[in-house]
T-cell receptor, first 113, second 112 residues
Framework: KAGVTQTPRYLIKTRGQQVTLSCSPISGHRSVSWYQQTPGQGLQFLFE???????NKGNFPGRFSGRQFSNSRSEMNVSTLELGDSALYLC????????????FGDGTRLSIL | GESVGLHLPTLSVQEGDNSIINCAYSNSASDYFIWYKQESGKGPQFIIDIRSNMDKRQGQRVTVLLNKTVKHLSLQIAATQPGDSAVYFC???????????WGAGTKLIIKP
C-alpha cells in the first residue's frame, strides 16, 4: 500500500505570494491532518479534515487554510506569505483520526525569500 | 498547563546497549500516547502507541511504558543499532479531540 504523498517536496516563494500544498493520504484513510515543523517550535498542529469537513483547527492565522476532497486528498493554502512561514509542512493520514496512529508523508519544505 | 515535554534533548548511547527515552505529560485526561521516529529529511515514522488502559506495550525491539500516576511515558529500544539514530517524539491525544499534542523531541545518537 502506498504511503502518504506530499507535493511538491521543495518550494521557494517570496513574501506576499500565496502557495498551495497537496497531500494524498494512504488509500482508505479518511482523516488528514496538517502540521508545521520548525526548529524552534517543533510540530504545530494546523488542522484536521475528515470526510471533507474540518473537525479541528490549531492556533494559526486565517492566512492558513485547507480543504479536503471527496477522494480524501487534501490541500492547504497559505496566502500573503511571510518570512516566518518558512518551515517543513507535514501531512498525516489515519483511518478515522482520534486515537489512531497517524502516518506521515515526508513533507514540503517551504522557503520564503 | 497543557504540554508534553521531554526530559533530555540529546541522548548518546553505545551501540548494542538499550536506550530509554522519557516523556512527561501534564493532562490527566489524555488517553492515547504515541511515539514517532524522525530521520533527517523524512517525515515522522510511527513506532508504537499505547492507550491509557494499559501500562506497557511491546513491539519489535521497542517497549512503551505508561505511568499514569506520575504522568510519565517512556520508550525503550533494545540493542540499539546505528539505524536507530534519529529524533524521537512523543505525542498525546485526548479522547474526541482530533489533534495530537507533541513533545519537543529527543535526539538519539549512537556511539560505535
Amino acid at each position: 500500500k502506498a504511503g502518504v504523498t506530499q507535493t511538491p517536496r521543495y518550494l521557494i516563494k517570496t513574501r506576499g505570494q500565496q502557495v498551495t500544498l497537496s497531500c494524498s493520504p494512504i488509500s482508505g484513510h479518511r482523516s488528514v491532518s496538517w502540521y508545521q515543523q520548525t526548529p524552534g517550535q517543533g510540530l504545530q498542529f494546523l488542522f484536521e479534515y475528515f470526510s471533507e469537513t474540518q473537525r479541528n483547527k490549531g492556533n494559526f492565522p486565517g492566512r492558513f487554510s485547507g480543504r479536503q476532497f471527496s477522494n480524501s486528498r487534501s490541500e492547504m493554502n497559505v496566502s500573503t506569505l511571510e518570512l516566518g512561514d518558512s518551515a517543513l509542512y507535514l501531512c498525516a493520514s489515519s483511518e478515522g483520526g482520534g486515537n489512531q496512529p497517524q502516518h506521515f508523508g515526508d513533507g514540503t519544505r517551504l522557503s520564503i525569500l | 498547563g497543557e504540554s508534553v515535554g521531554l526530559h533530555l534533548p540529546t541522548l548518546s548511547v553505545q551501540e548494542g546497549d538499550n536506550s530509554i527515552i522519557n516523556c512527561a505529560y501534564s493532562n490527566s485526561a489524555s488517553d492515547y500516547f504515541i511515539w514517532y521516529k524522525q530521520e533527517s529529511g523524512k517525515g515522522p515514522q510511527f513506532i508504537i502507541d499505547i492507550r491509557s488502559n494499559m501500562d506497557k506495550r511491546q513491539g519489535q525491539r521497542v517497549t512503551v511504558l505508561l505511568n499514569k500516576t506520575v504522568k510519565h511515558l517512556s520508550l525503550q529500544i533494545a540493542a540499539t543499532q546505528p539505524g536507530d539514530s534519529a529524533v524521537y517524539f512523543c505525542a498525546e491525544n485526548r479522547g474526541s479531540n482530533y489533534q495530537l499534542i507533541w513533545g519537543a523531541g529527543t535526539k538519539l545518537i549512537i556511539k560505535p
